[in-house]
């Protein structure tokens, strides 16, 4: 217990007598997104080439969707070894759901966010680990109606710097809210990131 509380003060001591810099930067890549928890239950309408209208009820089978997510970051350097990152983003997210019934439509759900994290970054040499709580607010959403605007969630993730300004990430955020019915926001992420005067 002692040599625990010993390191411990010693990480508070490094922390304090280090120089802190912040430097901002942006964040930019690929959204690998679906919905948790089966498959879903919804109704479905659509109208044909003849102006015929469909309608029913069915059961659709989640499955991922590629999109999009960009934002700013500030990196506050504390030591080293540790970095506080706060991040706002926006990102495009949501799932396909192919219908089990063959007599009617299959379709593609996008839910877009604007969201903020507060990520913890820790360094070793040119790799990081990070991970942060979420905060997600709904701005638009199409082919599904939603039970809450709202989404919080935890992101874990690595990167590596490739130069003192670039470099590159991976992410898995997963949502808290059963922002439809029980179906919860998963979330991987892989893109770049480039950091103004980044000092080491």
């Known amino acids: 217990m002692k040599k625990i509380i010993s390191l411990f003060a010693l990480l508070i001591s490094a922390i304090a007598f280090s120089q802190v810099t912040f430097n901002p930067g942006i964040r930019i890549g690929a959204n690998i997104s679906h919905f948790s928890d089966g ?14 209208y469909y309608y029913g009820y069915n059961t659709f ?3 991922s969707k590629a999109d999009l997510y960009i934002g700013f970051q500030g990196n506050i350097r504390f030591a080293k070894i540790y970095a506080l990152q706060p991040e706002l983003y926006y990102s495009r997210q949501g799932a396909k759901f192919e ?4 007599s009617a439509p299959s379709k593609t759900v996008t839910v ?4 903020a994290a507060m990520v913890n970054k820790f360094y ?3 790799f990081n680990i990070h991970f942060g709580p979420t905060l997600e607010l709904l701005t638009d959403h199409k082919n599904i109606d939603f039970t809450t605007d709202a989404d919080l969630g935890i992101l874990f993730g690595t990167g590596y710097d490739i130069t003192k300004n670039i470099g590159i990430e991976a992410r ?9 019915n029980n179906h919860t926001n ?5 893109g770049v990131y480039y950091t103004f005067n ?3």
């Open 198 to 200: 980044m000092k080491k």
């Open 172 to 180: 898995i955020k997963k949502g808290f809210v059963h922002v439809y």
């Open 112 to 115: 877009s966010y604007l969201g």
């Open 186 to 190: 998963v979330t991987f992420q892989a």
């Open 39 to 52: 498959p879903a239950h919804q109704a479905w309408n659509y109208t044909d080439s003849n102006h015929y």
């Open 124 to 126: 070793f040499d040119k």
């Open 99 to 102: 219908s089990q019934d063959s």
């Open 61 to 63: 089978d989640i499955k």
